[in-house]
């Protein structure tokens, strides 16, 4: 009896470490301590789901399938078994499926946020949109706190053309979540996308300064600022840069230099592949002939050796400035 008891008290230290590591994002820590303590109760639904999540979070998505799916054979009224289907078919863009486990896991618990977070996405790429903001507006009115509530709201909206409506739960996520790179770059998306390009651009560099070594917020910076200078006469682009904040006006001056380096070394590298093809065309037609190949084999080692060399440089370039803009 004793025995039995320690069992349990083990188990359950074991299943809150995994829980521990799971919420720090430790997920492959977390999988042996859960399957620990699935070995010791294997007809546990919670832990399979708890699996299914932890896999999911490592992109391991067939065998998080596996996991929710025995949850939901040894519980079919699970709604967290249903949840994580739902999303693993919403990432897969089996949106039929997604739709059904959704459904089935808001008719198990009507106000959980989460599931109607999920109803939302999965009533959204349904085609069903009236329905998919009421349940994004439900899920609001029960957690008014969460700004990945907001920011679904607003990604919706702004995917239905309601800009204005967009723009203010953009506004409302960023009050609760001020650091996130997301919310900034698209509500500097939903401004510009309303000709607010100087607020727009003051968000997007905060997206940048956030995540510096995102690519993507970096390139929706530099061609927000570009495109609106190129729509503006010659004489009076400088001007309208001028009118920038200066951190925006250093951000595109840095890229278009950047930019400029980069075009001039992927030019030089794809000149330089050429040569080589040629080059390595010519050795074989050379050694077909039976002609004197030393002098060739001596050309195009020099020629793949700019070629690398050049491709090295693009790389530490890019690593540089990477490097550059994390320490700014």
Avoid at 15 to 41: F, H, N
Avoid at 83 to 90: E, G, H, I, K, V
Avoid at 307 to 314: G, H, P, R, S
Wanted: aromatic share 10%.
């Amino acid at each position: 009896m004793n025995d039995e008891a320690d069992d349990v008290r083990l188990t359950a230290r074991t299943s809150d470490q995994a829980e521990a590591l799971m919420e720090l994002g430790r997920y492959e820590q977390a999988i042996p301590l859960l399957s620990k303590s699935l070995a010791e109760t294997p007809d546990d639904d919670r832990l399979h789901c708890r699996l299914a999540d932890a896999y999911f979070s490592l992109e391991n998505y067939k065998k998080s399938e596996d996991f929710a799916q025995t949850a939901l054979h040894l519980n079919p009224n699970s709604d967290h078994a249903h949840f994580r289907l739902a999303w693993l078919y919403l990432r897969s863009h089996h949106f039929h499926l997604a739709h059904k486990h959704a459904l089935a896991a808001i008719a198990i618990d009507p106000d959980d946020s989460s599931n109607l977070y999920t109803l939302a996405w999965a009533e959204y790429h349904a085609g069903q949109y009236k329905k998919s903001l009421a349940a994004a507006e439900r899920a609001i009115q029960l957690n008014p706190d969460n700004a990945d509530l907001h920011e679904l709201m607003a990604d919706m909206l702004f995917n239905m053309d309601r800009k204005k409506q967009a723009e203010i739960h953009y506004r409302e996520a960023l009050r609760h979540d001020p650091d996130n790179a997301s919310i900034h770059n698209n509500l500097g998306e939903c401004l510009a996308s309303q000709h607010k390009v100087y607020e727009a651009s003051e968000h997007m560099l905060a997206a940048v300064k956030i995540e510096p070594g995102e690519e993507h917020y970096r390139n929706s910076l530099f061609k927000l600022v570009h495109h609106e200078l190129m729509d503006m006469p010659l004489q009076s682009r400088e001007t309208g840069l001028s009118k920038l904040d200066p951190s925006v006006q250093h951000f595109y001056e840095n890229e278009l230099a950047r930019g400029g380096k980069f075009e001039n070394l992927r030019i030089g590298s794809i000149a330089t592949m050429w040569l080589l093809i040629m080059a390595l065309l010519m050795l074989f037609f050379a050694w077909i002939t039976g002609e004197d190949l030393r002098k060739l084999t001596m050309f195009v080692f020099v020629i793949a050796t700019v070629y690398i060399a050049l491709f090295v440089m693009k790389l530490v370039f890019k690593y540089v400035a990477i490097r550059k803009n994390n320490n700014r």
